[in-house]
């Protein structure tokens, strides 16, 4: 793997944890709808990094969870879990930043923020064990 998608994989997964930081603080501050977009976009950064392992880059978010889930989770490369992580992290951000009324509470958001940094975490672990095969 040549040096700049390596550094693009870095900074996307350092993008991916500054997302989570803030997510985390909206939790605090009971901005639950917002919580959750930020800890989506934490998950959907990491996803295109993990992404770039395998050669892809989605140009939009129904086409990072499409590829995430053909490339990554149907190969079994990574857990199917993270793949309904990421579809069903998108879905909630959508509702909470396009409905009016949204439904998104204190459990959502903590669950959304819990979902993110657990699916970092596997994203890091394959990340690091496919440049460690190079």
Known sequence: MD???KKLIEGYLE?????????????????????ISRAYYAVFHAAQAA?????AKAETHK??????????VKTGKIDKKYGRFL???????????YEV???MDEEDAQNATTEAEE????????????LNQD
Not at 18 to 33: G, I, M, P, Q, R
Not at 63 to 72: A, I, P, Q, S, W
Not at 119 to 130: L, P, T, Y
């Open 119 to 130: 699916f970092i975490r596997a994203v890091e672990k394959f990340i690091r064990n496919s």
């Open 15 to 35: 993008k991916s944890k500054e997302k989570l930081k803030v997510a985390n603080k909206l939790l605090t501050d009971s901005f639950y709808d917002d919580a």
């Open 3 to 5: 040096e700049p998608t």
């Open 63 to 72: 086409g990072v969870v499409m590829l995430f889930g053909l490339l990554l």
């Open 51 to 55: 992404l770039l392992i395998e050669g």
């Open 87 to 97: 579809s069903n992290l998108k879905d909630d951000r959508e509702t909470g930043d």
């Open 101 to 103: 009324m949204s439904w």
